[in-house]
């Protein structure tokens, strides 16, 4: 929402008879600055509405808020703000700067306030700062009906004008262009800190107010300075809180993979030891061995009625080891088979091999 500023300058202790005029956009928010003399600080000051001042309807005073209207005195700027917010069609009219004098009569400028859609004269910024030394560019826009009247650049401190297309001004780095359709361009170069101030843009009756400010360029500088420091701090800060989390991502990371690691280690320890026990559980009571060319095994000893595992060849034989002692002859290698009974024949032999 813009906000145009006006600056109304008090110059007698009566009435004027002249006027400002002004355009405002409908919707936008105005702030109107009331200049008066050093010798009213301690005076009260006030926004009235309506056509004459004797009838006009006070509708707040200095640091007061009353609707959608704040008044605000600045002493050392000799001078106190009007704000008019959310300004519509109904709120076109007449309105006065007022400072309250006791036992006399109050001191009052009036103006007039066109609330419309398309104003017919603004400024591309109300506000600009520039730098010592530099240039600075304005742009008064005006409608098609003000293309043929005077285009006009003013200084509220001394009422000194530029007209366009004269050759005479109060200050040589001043340059005023118009393109004849609808822009007035002002030019002010090798700012000095003694150009800031308000200024008006005018075309024909209507004004449009302008407030320049002028900062030294080593303020600027250091201001830069200041600024490219912060962003650089505020870099290597996310550097910083990067490597945090990524050595933070890392170390997690070590913890998990570790955790694993050891979980699985255990699960296998506590496996192998199970399968160990099972494999033993298995075994047959008397290992199969070898020993030469003689293969041992468990021998029973069964009755008549059992039938014999194997038929055994009477030649190059190997019985099954019956805890004795070998005896080898010949070819053929016998067991010690300590006999429960003296029956020979009760002999069962289990498998036997021959290598």
């Not at 030394?133 to 001394?158: E, H, M, P, V």
């Not at 008549?304 to 190997?318: G, Y």
Request: overall charge neutral; charged content about 20%.
């Amino acid at each position: 929402m813009r906000c145009l500023f006006i600056f109304i300058l008090f110059t007698s202790s009566v009435a004027s008879q002249a006027y400002r005029h002004f355009h405002v956009k409908t919707g936008a928010s105005v702030t109107i600055p009331c200049g008066y003399y050093k010798e009213y600080l301690q005076h009260k000051k006030y926004w009235c509405s309506g056509k004459y001042f004797n009838s006009c309807e006070i509708q707040a005073y200095t640091n007061q808020t009353t609707g959608k209207v704040t008044v605000t005195d600045n002493p050392t700027e000799s001078l106190f703000t009007v704000t008019i917010h959310n300004l519509n069609t109904g709120d076109t009219g007449w309105y006065w700067c007022a400072v309250e004098i006791d036992r006399g009569t109050d001191i009052s400028e009036y103006l007039h306030i066109t609330v419309k859609q398309d104003p017919d004269l603004s400024v591309n910024k109300s506000s600009v700062i520039g730098k010592e030394g530099a240039i600075i560019t304005i742009q008064c826009l005006y409608s098609t009906a003000y293309r043929n009247t005077q285009k006009q650049w003013c200084r509220f401190k001394d009422r000194h004008c530029i007209t366009f297309k004269t050759e005479t001004s109060w200050d040589s780095r001043i340059q005023l262009s118009d393109d004849g359709r609808r822009f007035l361009s002002v030019n002010m170069s090798r700012l000095k800190k003694s150009d800031a101030g308000w200024y008006w843009c005018s075309a024909g009756d209507l004004q449009v107010p302008v407030l320049i400010e002028v900062n030294n360029s080593s303020v600027s500088t250091n201001k830069a300075n200041n600024g490219t420091a912060e962003r650089k701090s505020e870099s290597d800060d996310g550097m910083m809180l990067l490597w945090i989390l990524v050595a933070l991502g890392l170390g997690l990371l070590f913890i998990l993979v570790s955790s694993v690691t050891y979980m699985l280690r255990k699960a296998y320890k506590k496996e192998n030891p199970s399968s160990t026990r099972e494999k033993n559980h298995h075994t047959p009571p008397s290992a199969l061995g070898h020993e030469g060319d003689v293969t041992y095994t468990a021998v029973s000893h069964s009755t008549k009625n059992q039938t014999h595992s194997q038929l055994v060849k009477d030649d190059e034989v190997t019985y099954g080891n019956m805890h004795s002692q070998v005896v080898k002859d010949d070819q053929v290698t016998y067991g010690n088979m300590n006999y429960p009974t003296d029956n020979y024949n009760e002999v069962t032999y289990s498998s036997v091999c021959t290598s």
